[in-house]
Nanobody, 124 residues
Framework: QVQLVESGGGLVQPGGSLRLSCAAS????????IGWFRQAPGKEREGVSC????????YYSDSVKGRFTISRDNAKNTVYLQMNNLQPEDTALYFC?????????????????WGPGTQVTVSF
């Protein structure tokens, strides 16, 4: 059974950084697009970033562009999301997900396997 597990969330002050990890079991991440999504209380799930496999295409939402960086370590079967200059509006439950194919997408409907999420809270 495909499993994804996120880690690295926590409480950080505004301006701080966190690195989220998405580790996979039962399949190799480099065959599928991996996306990072977040959902804050009372809000819809938002596509934050994704990375495709064959062409290496990377997407960032406008809200995180220039602050977040997605990367993949195939040897560790892990995808990372480096988050810098975090702001209170970044507070959310962050999920990683594996896509149906190699091409990435910002739409959650294009992803079939999801992790349980890791909480990121940005506050003084």
């Amino acid at each position: 059974q495909v499993q994804l597990v996120e880690s690295g969330g926590g409480l950080v002050q505004p301006g701080g950084s966190l690195r989220l990890s998405c580790a996979a079991s039962a399949f190799t991440l480099d065959r599928y697009a991996i996306g990072w999504f977040r959902q804050a209380p009372g809000k819809e799930r938002e596509g934050v970033s994704c990375i495709s496999t064959r062409d290496g295409m990377i997407y960032y939402s406008d809200s995180v562009k220039g602050r977040f960086t997605i990367s993949r370590d195939n040897a560790k079967n892990t995808v990372y999301l480096q988050m810098n200059n975090l702001q209170p509006e970044d507070t959310a439950l962050y999920f990683c997900a594996a896509g149906r194919e190699w091409r990435g997408s910002a739409s959650s409907s294009d992803y079939v396997s999801w992790g349980p999420g890791t909480q990121v809270t940005v506050s003084f």
